[in-house]
């Protein structure tokens, strides 16, 4: 069992800036790939930022040049930083991780609660 929980979530004014973190707990795991979505009232979950174990990055056309992610494989954590932010970014930020347990070989994906971020106008 693998157990994501996010911090960093906020209220913050338009043009503003916040910094999600993930952190991965548990035992006998490697994470393959991590990913940000984000879920808006109303509206379905959607990949914001996604990230490869060994640093490639993609995102949605919609952040591209004003959130950033990264990660820190030896601390198991997962970072989004985010500049510039617009009312439309509201929405709650989930962290996603696709892990490999080690002695059994298998993978599963794990999703985190959700950390909230408002932007006001």
């Known amino acids: 069992q693998v157990q994501l929980v996010e911090s960093g979530g906020g209220l913050v004014q338009a043009g503003g800036s916040l910094r999600l973190s993930c952190v991965a707990s548990?035992?006998?795991?490697?994470?393959?790939?991590m990913d940000w979505y984000r879920q808006a009232p109303g509206k379905q979950r959607e990949l914001v930022a996604a990230?490869?174990?060994?640093?490639?990055?993609n995102y949605a056309d919609s952040v591209k040049g004003r959130f950033t992610s990264s990660r820190d494989n030896a601390e198991n954590t997962l970072y989004l930083q985010m500049n510039s932010l617009k009312p439309e970014d509201t929405a709650v930020y989930y962290c996603?991780?696709?892990?490999?347990?080690?002695?059994?070989?298998?993978?599963?994906?794990?999703w985190g609660r959700g950390t909230q971020v408002t932007v006001s106008s």
């Open positions: 548990g035992s006998s795991f490697r994470i393959n790939t």
């Open positions: 990230i490869s174990s060994g640093g490639t990055t």
């Open positions: 996603n991780a696709v892990v490999t347990f080690t002695t059994s070989l298998r993978q599963y994906q794990y």
